[in-house]
């Protein structure tokens, strides 16, 4: 069966610090990864997806950045965290052409 | 605007009340999800849906897709069932970015 995995489940980090979230999906090959992030009190906001490896689309201008160095590994990063990346973020899969839609358990991120 | 609309936003309940949470949404759409986000932040989908109705134990979804609307019901609620319930709409399978979500409705059924 297929399973994802996000971690770390909870994190703080400084202003001007360097962020990576790591994301690895298992039992499926070739699928479509999304990073959301959900602000405090807002609804879900896609922020990167990727169809395929090394193929990364962003939907929303910001201070992050996201790889995918192989076909079920996804990673969000950026280089100087600011207060406003707080939120809890979420990574999520699904097959290409399906409907079925799974998310990961999430990091919460707070920037201090 | 926002593609999907929740209603309501906060609902408070008795245990045993029948709930209804309502979901509009704007866009065409392939297919519409019920997702549970329990107060940890992990994310379950529910249901989805693309016509008609789907039960699971005491959940149901119905969508008419000439209304642009959807509802999910709990029957005999449960203060497990205390959650927000975000709904989600997809216009195809094909690409990434095509998913639009509510901003969910929190539910806090009372024993």
């Known amino acids: 069966s297929q399973t994802i995995h996000q971690w770390p489940a909870t994190l703080v980090q400084p202003v001007g610090s360097p962020l990576s979230l790591e994301c690895t999906v298992e039992g499926t090959s070739n699928p479509n990864l999304y990073w959301y992030r959900q602000a405090a009190g807002r609804g879900l906001q896609l922020l990167f997806y990727?169809?395929?490896?090394?193929?990364i689309s962003s939907e929303v201008p910001q201070n992050l950045s996201a790889s995918r160095p192989q076909d079920r590994q996804f990673i969000l990063s950026s280089k100087k965290l600011l207060l406003s990346d707080s939120g809890f973020y979420l990574c999520?899969?699904?097959?290409?052409?399906?409907?079925?839609?799974?998310f990961g358990s999430g990091t919460r991120l707070t920037v201090v | 605007k926002n593609e999907v609309e929740q209603s309501p936003q906060n609902l408070t309940a008795q245990e045993g009340e029948f709930i209804t949470i309502n979901c509009s949404y704007s866009v065409g759409i392939s297919a519409l999800h019920w997702l549970q986000q329990h107060p940890g932040g992990g994310i379950v989908s529910l249901f989805m849906l693309s016509s008609g109705k789907k039960k699971h134990g005491r959940l149901i979804a119905t969508i008419n897709i000439q209304e642009k609307h959807s509802s999910l019901h709990i029957t005999a609620s449960h203060p497990r069932d205390s959650a927000v319930y975000i709904c989600?709409?997809?216009?195809?399978?094909?690409?990434?970015?095509?998913?639009?979500f509510g901003t969910g409705t929190s539910l806090t059924v009372i024993p």
């Open positions: 989600a709409v997809r216009k195809g399978a094909n690409t990434g970015n095509q998913f639009y």
């Open positions: 999520a899969w699904s097959l290409p052409l399906a409907y079925g839609y799974t």
């Open positions: 990727s169809v395929g490896i090394g193929q």
